[in-house]
């Protein structure tokens, strides 16, 4: 392969790591600014707490979109849009005067992020079948890595400045730059490039109908390893002061070592998800049910962060793993839909996992509704016979297809006209 095609190759697959790293960016950012964000805002914990709301009411339907607006554009429209969501970020801290303009806000930004989502987990899921490697699990561990990263630093910001435009400000200039990295990098793939024709690459119909199920299906599993994962992330702090009497620096260990152990498990599990789904779904779900009941009987504090570590190893590989899986036979023409079908469902189960915890917590203590949460893994674990039967019979993949390829721009030359 000529230096002038393996230069724009070898920029292809780095553009999943740097979507990932700026959606890490404006998340993280956005969680250590939330209190700034009420204060500016002057509204109640009740209604704060219904004005975040409008997140999902913004992205759900906007995951549905993306997906048809990436497979009739290309990949390039994952670095518009995550763009677009760093300026979404600036958009919140300067309009939330009043609570309608700040439920307006959080709901603009809540659709930039699922649309962001969607674009980004595409252009992993591609590139992850053009290189044969392991893109999908270790740019979900980017991410994961980034988030606990700018967490700090917007919290080490609003101690010099305490202000809610400067955290944000400083999230759009990261989320921008790393934006248009992701369109540069994706400039030698145009739209055209990055649409197989279907003559190539389209499966029987019959195939296609049961593939779509299959995807459905895999949304649904997907739900389980989401609500898992965000129960533990939005609760392990509030164990650990209603259960074992933590102060709030000590408390704030937990979601922090539980996020470090997420990137953690993603980077050094990316081969075995990438080369062995099937075990690694089982061997997640194991450790993280075992988590889960670790924690729930953990006499002491000390026992009850290693649960919570545990449950991180266990639940953050689960969804990666899914997503590689069940992208990996899509044809390159409705790949963003794919992405839209599972992350769209998957996504249910994000939002309904803190309040599932929350109901269990008020009828059995905080403690012990972490059995209810290891239920949700072992659940998981029980679907993995079923996911992997039904994937076998809707994997229909056309003998044209070259599924490891990095597809460019030929490189241009230029004859000297013979005299």
């Known amino acids: 392969m000529s230096t002038e095609i393996a230069r724009p190759a070898a920029v292809l697959r780095a553009a999943p790591f740097l979507g990932f790293a700026g959606f890490g960016t404006f998340w993280g950012v956005w969680g250590a600014s ?3 964000l009420r204060t ?13 709301l409008f997140v ?6 906007a995951m549905l979109l993306a997906g048809r607006l990436i497979d009739a554009l290309g990949l390039r429209v994952a670095g518009v849009l995550l763009a677009l969501l760093g300026v979404m970020g600036l958009v919140v801290s300067v309009t939330s005067a009043t609570y309608a303009a700040l439920c307006v806000g959080i709901l603009l930004a809540g659709a930039s992020s699922g649309a962001s989502d969607v674009a980004i987990n595409t252009l992993a899921a591609t590139v992850e079948k053009r290189t044969g490697r392991p893109v999908v699990a270790r740019s979900h561990a980017a991410f994961s890595a980034t988030v606990a990263v700018s967490s700090l630093g917007a919290g080490a910001l609003t101690g010099l400045a305490d202000s809610l435009l400067a955290n944000f400000a400083a999230a759009a200039v990261v989320t921008v730059a790393l934006g248009l990295a992701v369109i540069a990098a994706t400039r030698s793939v145009s739209a055209q490039d990055a649409v197989v024709p279907k003559s190539q690459d389209a499966p029987a119909h019959a195939g296609r109908a049961l593939r779509w199920i299959a995807l459905l299906v895999i949304g649904a599993i997907g739900a389980l390893a989401f609500a898992s ?3 533990y992330q939005s609760w392990c702090a509030v164990l650990l002061t209603d259960e074992f009497a933590a102060s709030s620096p000590l408390a704030a260990v937990a979601p922090a070592a539980f996020a470090t152990t997420a990137a953690l498990a993603r980077f050094a599990a990316a081969t075995i998800t990438f080369r062995r789904p099937i075990v690694t779904l089982a061997s997640g779900s194991v450790i993280a049910t075992t988590g889960g009941v670790l924690t729930a009987f953990a006499p002491t504090l000390p026992l009850a962060l290693v649960g919570i570590v545990t449950a991180a190893a266990g639940t953050s590989i689960l969804f990666p793993t899914l997503l590689s899986y069940g992208l990996r036979p899509i044809p390159d023409e409705s790949r963003g839909r794919a992405t839209s079908a599972i992350s769209t469902v998957a996504y249910v189960g994000y939002l309904a996992g803190p309040a599932y915890f929350g109901l269990l917590a008020d009828a059995t203590g905080v403690q012990q509704a972490f059995l209810g949460i290891a239920a949700l893994t072992a659940v998981l674990l029980a679907t993995i016979p079923v996911l992997s039967t039904l994937k076998r019979a809707a994997d229909v993949r056309s003998p044209n297809e070259t599924p490891y390829s ?3 721009r030929p490189a241009r030359t230029h004859r000297t006209p013979e005299p």
């Open 34 to 36: 939330l209190p700034l």
């Open 406 to 408: 990095i597809r460019t």
């Open 56 to 61: 999902a009411a913004g992205a759900l339907p």
């Open 40 to 52: 500016q805002a002057e509204v109640s914990d009740a209604e704060f707490g219904i004005a975040l």
């Open 229 to 231: 994962e965000n129960a």
